[in-house]
């Protein structure tokens, strides 16, 4: 049975090639881990954790009048599990699938929601403008897309409605004092999961042949490599 995580139909869909390389042949391109960013999803973890304790709704909800309080389950922990996350197997297509949840909310009617933490440091924080400029921020909306879908396979009624908390640096600040401060934006997403599954079996698909697809012409990582490669010909 393969294996996938949402971030391997994330690859496949940016650079199937990538895709192989990664789950065939263990090959990643060179990454840094985001340790602000994980103290930061860390830190809200805990927040919401509180609320999801007591059954309140977080102070953010009410500010943006979501009417809803953090999912209380005994499967929590598991779904936020980087090693185990929400998981969907299917036998016929033989494939496992699973990505690591950051929150789900309930809403008043039943329906969950699913919520992503991200944390960034921009003079003006515009997420219309980032949508529409960024692939990665496309993939932000996809990666609660594939949740929600993961969700609705394991038996849950899911709202299309899905959210980013986004925490943005401050970094114009006066003084620093060992305190950085954010911005905080809930920014409400529209989703549909209509694609998920198709694109998981293309996944499935691509990795059990013996393909090699092309590499991306946008990437900087093979661009780089490509050009390092006709250099050192000339050189011989
Ligand atoms: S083009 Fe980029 S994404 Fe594709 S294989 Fe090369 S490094 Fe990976």
Redesign the pocket.
């Known amino acids: 049975m393969i294996k996938l995580s949402r971030s391997t139909v994330e690859k496949y869909l ?2 199937p ?2 895709c192989v ?1 990664d789950k065939n042949h263990k090959i990643k ?1 060179p990454s840094l881990p985001f340790t602000l960013n994980i103290a930061v999803d860390n830190l809200c973890k805990n927040e919401f954790d509180y609320y999801r304790k007591i059954q309140e709704p977080h102070p953010l909800f009410v500010e943006h009048n979501i009417d809803a309080i953090p999912f209380k389950h005994k499967d929590i922990d598991i779904w936020r599990s980087n090693f185990k996350g929400i998981r969907y197997k299917s036998i016929e297509h033989n494939y496992d699938f699973g990505g690591a949840v950051d929150d789900v909310w309930k809403k008043n009617n039943g329906e969950l929601i699913i919520a992503d933490v991200k944390a960034t440091s921009r003079n003006n924080f515009d997420w219309n403008e980032t949508f529409n400029k960024y692939d990665y921020a496309k993939g932000y909306k996809r990666q609660l897309e594939m949740y929600q879908w993961l969700f609705r396979k394991n038996g849950f009624t899911v709202s299309d409605e899905a959210y980013l908390v986004y925490f943005n640096g401050k970094k114009n600040e006066e003084f620093f004092n060992n305190q950085l401060q954010f911005d905080t934006h809930i920014i409400k997403l529209d989703c549909s999961s209509s694609w998920v599954e198709d694109k998981v079996l293309e996944t499935v698909r691509l990795l059990q042949s013996n393909e090699f697809p092309k ?2 012409s946008k ?1 900087e ?2 661009n780089y490599l490509k050009q390092r490669w006709f250099l050192q010909k000339n050189f011989k």
């Open positions: 940016n650079c090639r990538c390389l391109p590499p991306s990437c990582y093979c």
